[in-house]
């Protein structure tokens, strides 16, 4: 049994209590809002408000879109087979209630990845008190590189997270690399390899792998993952990629992925442990990563995973996303300039971007609404409350050309790949995009006011129907 120290940094746990500048800024922003009431009319209050969100969504959009432009070239073969030195592996395999049928296909992709398995150790983490898990691999026959690592229930202190089981892996880990893989992980067989040969010929302390999906073809909301995260992982990660090698190795933020990032044991011997009261601390790990001088990249390797079959697990997925975005800008915001100091103004903004662009899904239903009045009464009503000017950034700049960024994004990123009927669809991804991050948001803020507990909240597995 593995035990894990209960000293932990609390920062993401107490973050309601501790907003720093974040707190102040906001303040700010009221006092100014009511300053411009007092003296003026109320109603620029409101436009003062309308204007912030309408010109951070048009650079969102925008940022997105240069990103897409910069990485949509053909990506150069990896010549691992030139590789010198062979670094060896840990893998980490955090399981919470999972089907014996999905382990047994985890291990047996596990398996087939070709690198000496003498240079890899993999640990298989489940809780002690688990007993849904271990009865279900009671029986199963593990390769030799993986051992089974029983970890102990939740105690006072801690939570019962994946990160949390993540960093009782990380007390036994002492090979070069560590790697994370989700429970219905495929990775692409030479990813070791490629991996290798990356870090051995870049300046790099963390590479973040592609993530793709392998039941795509299964119904409209896998297809819409899938197409998703051909954006995210394929595209607008590997423009980040190429910012890093044209900005003096400064780079923009690249956020890492929940799953086949791998990092170098001197870099997790400085940070230590993720943050287990973050639903999504591999966010936030990033910023670890920066604050000790590290530097990210991205390896088009594709590791293929299982994409949510119903709403339900879509929407419960999502949800969590948001909450962990929002538990992560008000971390990271606690003190701007000390973050700007260590991680640079470039990052910190596009981190901002990321978070932020979507817990903003939270005012989508206030511009929609205002979209349908200014259709409706532009010249009799809307006009006489809002300055033109108001109108035509909204309509034109982020309903017209914010939509159809987004709209060339998702079916340029399907075309490139001949899936012509997700390019298609890319309108109904769209909308369909919005009103599950709107409600995602909803939902997100609900739980934190109501029940701000980290607990691990995780997808159900073995739903797919391979392509």
């Known amino acids: 049994m593995v035990e894990k120290s209960s000293s932990v940094d609390k920062g993401s746990f107490e973050f309601w209590k501790n907003f720093g500048n974040l707190r102040h800024a906001f303040w700010g922003y009221i006092v100014i809002a009511l300053l411009i009431a007092v003296f003026t009319k109320p109603v620029y209050v409101l436009v003062m408000f309308i204007l912030t969100c309408q010109l951070f969504f048009l650079i969102i959009t925008y940022y997105k879109g240069y990103l897409f432009l910069i990485s949509y070239k053909k990506d150069k073969e990896v010549p691992y087979h030139e590789l010198k030195k062979y670094p060896s592996f840990n893998i980490l395999l955090a399981n919470y209630r999972e089907k014996g049928e999905t382990i047994k296909d985890l291990l047996a992709n596990i398996n087939k990845i070709n690198y000496p398995k003498e240079l890899i150790k993999a640990y298989l983490i489940i809780q002690e008190d688990d007993t849904t898990t271990l009865s279900e691999i009671k029986d199963l026959v593990m390769p030799s590189f993986v051992e089974l690592l029983k970890i102990h229930p939740v105690r006072q202190g801690e939570v019962q997270s994946k990160s949390r089981a993540l960093n009782c892996g990380l007390k ?12 219905e992980d495929e990775p692409d067989v030479d990813q070791f390899l490629k991996v290798a040969y990356h870090f051995e010929n870049n300046d ?3 590479i973040q792998c592609s993530i793709g999906i392998y039941n795509s073809n299964q119904n409209f909301i896998t297809r819409f993952f899938s197409s998703e995260f051909r954006c995210f992982f394929e595209f607008l990660l590997n423009g980040i990629d190429r910012t890093t090698k044209k900005a003096n190795n400064r780079g923009l ?14 870099m997790m011997d400085k940070i230590q442990y993720f943050d ?9 790990f990033s910023s670890s990563v920066y604050s000790h001088g590290g530097r990210i990249g991205h390896l088009p390797s594709i590791t293929k995973g299982e994409a949510p079959v119903k709403l339900a697990q879509l929407l419960n997925q999502r949800t969590r996303w948001v909450k962990g975005f929002i538990i992560s800008t008000c971390v990271l915001n606690r003190n701007i300039v000390k973050t700007c100091k ?6 910190w903004l596009s981190f901002n971007f990321w978070t932020l662009g979507s817990v903003i899904g939270l005012v989508s239903p206030m511009f929609f609404l205002l979209t349908i009045l200014w259709i409706i009464f532009q010249d009799k009503l809307f006009n006489a409350f809002f300055p033109y000017w108001i109108s035509v950034i909204g309509f034109y700049g982020l309903m017209i050309s914010g939509s159809i960024i987004s709209m060339l994004i998702f079916a340029a990123s399907s075309l490139k790949y001949r899936r012509y009927k997700d390019a298609l669809l890319s309108p109904f ?5 919005n009103l599950l991050l709107t409600i995602s948001c909803y939902r997100a803020l609900y739980q934190l006011i109501t029940k701000p507990n980290m607990a691990w909240s995780k997808t159900e597995h073995g739903l797919a129907k391979k392509d």
Not at 172 to 183: A, G, L
Not at 276 to 284: A, K, V, Y
Not at 342 to 347: E, M, N, P, V
């Open 172 to 183: 036994v880990c002492e090979n070069d690399i560590t790697v994370i893989f989700d429970s």
């Open 429 to 433: 991804f769209l909308l369909f995009s």
């Open 253 to 266: 933020y690249l956020p890492l992925g929940g799953t086949s990032f791998y990092v170098k044991k001197e």
């Open 276 to 284: 287990m009261f973050n639903p999504t601390e591999d966010l936030i």
């Open 342 to 347: 260590q991680i640079g103004f470039g990052r």
């Open 204 to 206: 790099l302390d963390v």
